[in-house]
């Protein structure tokens, strides 16, 4: 299985907006997401798939990923797909993914176009999204569909439309725990969080829906202002605390089992092998 990147922070960036595009790099997110779809006009949808290899060199140059959201329809993914695979592209998000057909069907799409124009096979990796209510219950298939798959959500704005409710946390929770699971099952990431926040003028609440989504299992989240970016680093980066308890957690199970001990005290409380996996998992996380 591949190894799941390390991603945080996911940013928005309409492919054409060239002023938002010059200042991507500086925001600190871990991948800088062009977009072709909601935020490109029918009409400009050309203009911005050739405006994808200078934009890719701009915002990929202080060391983010570059990732580039196809459209749904057929044709139009095609096309995408076409202008986007290149060197400085590292991701491609899928909206709106119907079932795991939908993913190995754009995959064979994409092999070909590393092919075609000199890209690693199998380089390119999937951000998968789930948008509508008859692909819910597909998401684990989804999921483990290809190995391109490097992380999974669903998109709470057009699934909340699809099922004629308000976007929030007390009806995303169900969805985010699904994605949760079928995403950790798959070695993969979940992406996302618990509530709605397509808006930026509370920041303080979107830190506490980030935090609690973090105890959720989320371990990345995409956002479309530059305010949101450090936010999301820090809830869903390990604190500086946690990398230290982590290491004294460890390093005390450690020296109890070179000295024979069968059960473990830390700080207070025992511990066993699933909470030292835990740490561990923080530790590489933090790398």
């Not at 509508?132 to 298939?141: I, K, M, S, V, Y």
């Not at 709470?156 to 949760?180: I, K, R």
């Not at 479309?224 to 605390?241: C, D, L």
């Amino acid at each position: 299985m591949r190894k799941p990147p390390n991603w945080r922070s996911l940013l928005y960036v309409p492919a054409t907006a060239e002023r938002f595009v010059a200042k991507a790099h500086t925001r600190g997110a871990d991948v800088v997401i062009l977009d072709l779809e909601d935020s490109i006009p029918p009409g400009e949808k050309q203009a911005a798939r050739d405006a994808l290899p200078a934009a890719a060199a701009t915002v990929g140059q202080a060391g983010a990923e570059v990732c580039v959201r196809i459209n749904r329809p057929l044709d139009m993914a095609v096309r995408d797909i076409e202008a986007a695979v290149m060197p400085a592209v590292t991701a491609l998000k899928l909206p709106k993914l119907m079932g795991p057909e939908h993913v190995r069907l754009l995959s064979e799409a994409v092999a070909a176009r590393e092919s075609a124009v000199g890209v690693e096979p199998g380089r390119t990796r999937f951000i998968g999204l789930v948008e509508t209510p008859q692909a819910l219950p597909r998401l684990a298939e989804i999921a483990a569909a290809d190995g391109r798959m490097a992380a999974l959500g669903v998109g709470s704005e057009d699934l909340s439309m699809e099922l004629e409710a308000a976007p929030g946390a007390d009806l995303l929770y169900h969805f985010g725990m699904m994605v949760v699971a079928a995403a950790r099952g798959a070695g993969i990431l979940p992406m996302g969080a618990v509530g709605a926040f397509a808006g930026f003028d509370d920041l303080d609440a979107y830190r506490a829906g980030l935090r609690r989504s973090r105890r959720l299992g989320f371990a990345c989240a995409s956002c479309i202002h530059p305010s949101q970016v450090p936010i999301i680093n820090e809830e869903y980066g390990p604190s500086p605390e946690e990398i230290e308890r982590a290491r004294r957690l460890i390093a005390a199970f450690e020296q109890a089992i070179a000295e024979g001990r069968g059960a473990v005290a830390f700080e207070g409380a025992m511990i066993d092998l699933p909470v030292v996996e835990r740490a561990r998992r923080l530790l590489a996380r933090a790398r």
